[in-house]
């Protein structure tokens, strides 16, 4: 009875442990004006393949990966970007900037970010009306980025805290 047991609870802490470790590493997002003017001026740049979340005609964010990284995620659609694409974005941007945001309880501004890989090397970029965001590396050359998201508020407008475990 209690061998059984025994392998039952050895079981069970190697399920929860290895829940722990998904092999994954993650990257970092960093605020970036240069990026912000990139997209601003509407210049394309062949060095990224580019991708939107959203409506095509009004997205959320706008990706730009490296050619020598793979996109490994559902929530973009890839598009070929053309300056007449990006002149019509830069339309959307301008006219929106300001209007209400039901999703982050402020005002509509759109910022780049830039991306970088475990090691800090620039791999991406993002331009988001979103602050925040995950990026994985689930293996050699593929970058997942999930779709960016409002940070969470309180009633009061201020950023929601987790408290601090260590504090009791």
Known sequence: M???????????????????STGREYGAVH????????????????????????????PLSILGVRKDFALKSRFWTEIKLTEG????W???FR???????DRSHGRISYNGYSIKNPQGQDV???????DWTVVEFPGDGLIGVHPPQPQALNGAGN????PDRDAE
């Open 2 to 20: 209690f061998k059984i047991t025994g392998y039952i609870v050895a079981f069970t802490l190697l399920l929860a442990t290895a829940g722990c």
């Open 31 to 58: 605020k970036n004006l240069e990026v912000t003017r990139i997209f601003l001026s509407g210049k394309v740049s062949e060095e990224y393949r580019y991708y939107y979340d959203g409506v095509q005609l009004e």
């Open 85 to 88: 694409q990006m002149k019509d």
């Open 90 to 92: 830069r339309t959307f």
């Open 95 to 101: 006219q929106s900037y300001g209007w209400y945001d």
């Open 124 to 130: 991406a970029i993002l331009f988001s009306r979103y």
């Open 159 to 162: 950023l929601l805290r987790m």
